[in-house]
């Protein structure tokens, strides 16, 4: 016959033995195997079932919150340091770019509008060539038609002149012809 190896027993409360109920049902086991696992817990991690804050843990959490502190740390010495001066090195190239870019493209502007300035003028004077031009031309024409309406006007005089027209009728057509001439 096998030996019972239960041989020892714990006397605690009711309310006690409630929650040890509630424990062993929320964690499916039996309040015996609750019990000896508790135990057993206690036992390899050295904690004082009084102490309810765990220091052991607050001290573990601080190990593990210092650990990476200094992860941190290094990672900005490594890492976000040297990334940042790059950034700010980077920035301050691209600003000089920029500005070297709007002072050229500005110049350059400055530039192109000054000819296209000059070339306005020029425009400008042509057109105002061009105009005097076209009414120069404009007042040939009406020139020569005032002349060959004085030319006709001589023609048709003249040939209304018979052979007994005297010389001097002959002379004051020719000099009113040169006088209507010379009014042009």
Do not use: W
Request: aromatic share 6%.
């Amino acid at each position: 016959m096998m030996e019972d190896i239960n041989v020892r027993s714990v006397r605690y409360p009711v309310p006690v033995d409630d929650k040890l109920v509630k424990i062993a049902l929320k964690l499916g086991r039996t309040k015996r195997q609750v019990f000896i696992q508790m135990v057993d817990y206690f036992y390899k991690s050295k904690k004082d079932p009084l102490d309810l804050n765990d220091e052991l843990l607050k001290n573990a959490l601080m190990k593990n919150h210092k650990d990476y502190i200094g992860f941190i740390r290094k990672q900005e010495d490594m890492l976000l340091i040297p990334i940042k001066t790059e950034m700010d090195r980077m920035v301050a190239s691209q600003i000089k770019i920029i500005d070297r870019f709007n002072s050229e493209v500005l110049k350059h502007n400055v530039d192109v509008l000054n000819k296209q300035n000059v070339h306005e003028q020029k425009l400008n004077a042509i057109g105002t060539v061009m105009e005097v031009m076209q009414k120069t031309h404009k007042s040939r024409e009406q020139l020569k038609a005032q002349f060959l309406y004085i030319l006709d006007s001589y023609i048709r005089s003249r040939d209304a002149f018979g052979l007994m027209t005297s010389g001097k009728e002959k002379e004051e057509l020719i000099s009113t012809t040169k006088a209507q001439v010379s009014l042009l």
